[in-house]
């Protein structure tokens, strides 16, 4: 088991900037995958950006909507993943939520049913 718990949400103006964490109650597998999705007011939960893990080696993935934009990144002392968010847009707010996966995938881990882990989301709010 592996709970998962957001924070770094708040409210910021447009071109502004925030980092989300993620922690994970445990230490992490050598193979795993670490997502970042957002779910906007009357709308579906979207992929964001994810990370998979493999020995070591890690593949980032990123929604075109936010290449250039935002960087997902972990530090495993810590348990912890990140979300840099740069240049945020009022189009950026949502509620996000981080996920996780134990073990590798041929499938890139951009869609919401590959995950078995969770957290309870942290509201991101973009407007001036």
């Known amino acids: 088991q592996v709970q998962l718990v957001e924070s770094g949400g708040g409210l910021v103006q447009p071109g502004g900037s925030l980092r989300l964490s993620c922690a994970a109650s445990r230490r992490t597998f050598s193979n795993y995958a670490m997502g970042w999705f957002r779910q906007a007011p009357g709308k579906e939960r979207d992929f964001v950006a994810a990370a998979a893990i493999n020995w070591g080696a890690t593949t980032t993935y990123y929604a075109d909507s936010v290449k250039g934009r935002f960087t997902i990144s972990r530090n495993n002392a810590k348990n912890t993943a990140y979300l840099q968010m740069n240049s945020l847009k009022p189009e950026d707010t949502a509620v996000y939520y981080c996920?996780?996966?134990?073990?590798?995938?041929?499938?890139?881990?951009?869609?919401?049913?590959?995950?078995?882990?969770w957290g309870q989301g942290t509201q991101v709010t973009v407007s001036s």
């Open positions: 996920a996780a996966e134990l073990g590798s995938t041929t499938i890139p881990p951009t869609v919401p049913s590959l995950y078995g882990y």
